[in-house]
């Protein structure tokens, strides 16, 4: 088990929850609108909308203390990598890689990162993040099932994207970074892409 997380380390993580979740929900609402497939497309726009529901409970939990930074300005990109996959998987192409690449990449690879954030808890500390952790999972694979069960209705995917994606991400270390955030981060994240606003 993972000694807990600091707050400071803890505002941080959530910090890029927030941030891909958010960048999740403004890649597929766009990314629907382009869909040949009317399921697909009414699939992307209702998981746009989880992916902004999820940021939202992640803001609530966010820590709010006198020193710590405030919620826009903890909201960062975890790495370079996670912009290029969340661009690569949205991109264009066939519908059906799209939804290949969110089933097979970027949804396992986020309830990989919610997952490792419960063996780093504090069991005085951590309770409601470890609850909030246990619903955000719970959608994702609502959600995921959902999609599966659309699945080959465009057609059969090619695995090009999803492991594309999947490769992207494993560089990052995950979904949303390592559990405790590369020294050196500097204030506008790594990417220098920060403060993604919430659409809620």
């Known amino acids: 088990?993972?000694?807990?997380?600091?707050?400071?380390?803890?505002?941080?993580?959530?910090?890029?929850?927030r941030y891909v979740e958010l960048a999740a929900f403004?890649?597929?609402?766009?990314?629907?609108r382009s869909c040949s497939d009317p399921a697909l497309a009414c699939y992307l726009a209702g998981a746009s909308l989880a992916h902004g529901w999820r940021a939202r409970q992640v803001e609530e939990r966010m820590p709010v203390s006198v020193g710590l930074l405030?919620?826009?300005?903890?909201?960062?990109?975890?790495?370079?990598?996670?912009?290029?996959a969340?661009?690569?998987?949205?991109?264009?192409?066939?519908?059906?890689?799209?939804l290949d690449g969110l089933l097979g990449a970027l949804y396992p690879a986020m309830d990989e990162g919610y997952a490792?954030?419960?063996?780093?808890?504090?069991?005085?500390?951590?309770?409601?993040v470890v609850r909030l952790i246990g619903r955000l999972r719970c959608d994702i694979?609502?959600?995921?099932?959902?999609?599966?069960?659309?699945?080959?209705?465009?057609?059969?995917?090619?695995?090009?994207?999803?492991?594309?994606?999947?490769?992207?991400l494993?560089?990052?270390?995950?979904?949303?970074?390592?559990?405790?955030a590369?020294?050196?981060?500097?204030?506008?994240g790594p990417s220098g892409r920060a403060n993604i606003s919430s659409p809620l």
């Open 141 to 168: 694979d609502a959600v995921r099932r959902e999609g599966l069960a659309i699945a080959g209705r465009s057609g059969p995917a090619r695995p090009g994207r999803r492991t594309d994606v999947g490769a992207l």
């Open 70 to 84: 405030d919620v826009a300005a903890c909201t960062r990109s975890p790495s370079p990598e996670v912009d290029e």
């Open 116 to 128: 490792l954030r419960a063996v780093a808890a504090s069991p005085a500390c951590d309770p409601p």
């Open 170 to 180: 494993a560089r990052a270390g995950g979904a949303f970074g390592p559990l405790r």
């Open 1 to 17: 088990m993972s000694a807990p997380l600091t707050l400071l380390e803890s505002a941080d993580l959530l910090g890029r929850y």
């Open 26 to 32: 403004a890649a597929l609402g766009e990314r629907a």
């Open 182 to 188: 590369r020294s050196g981060r500097g204030d506008s």
């Open 86 to 98: 969340l661009a690569l998987l949205a991109g264009p192409g066939d519908d059906a890689d799209v």
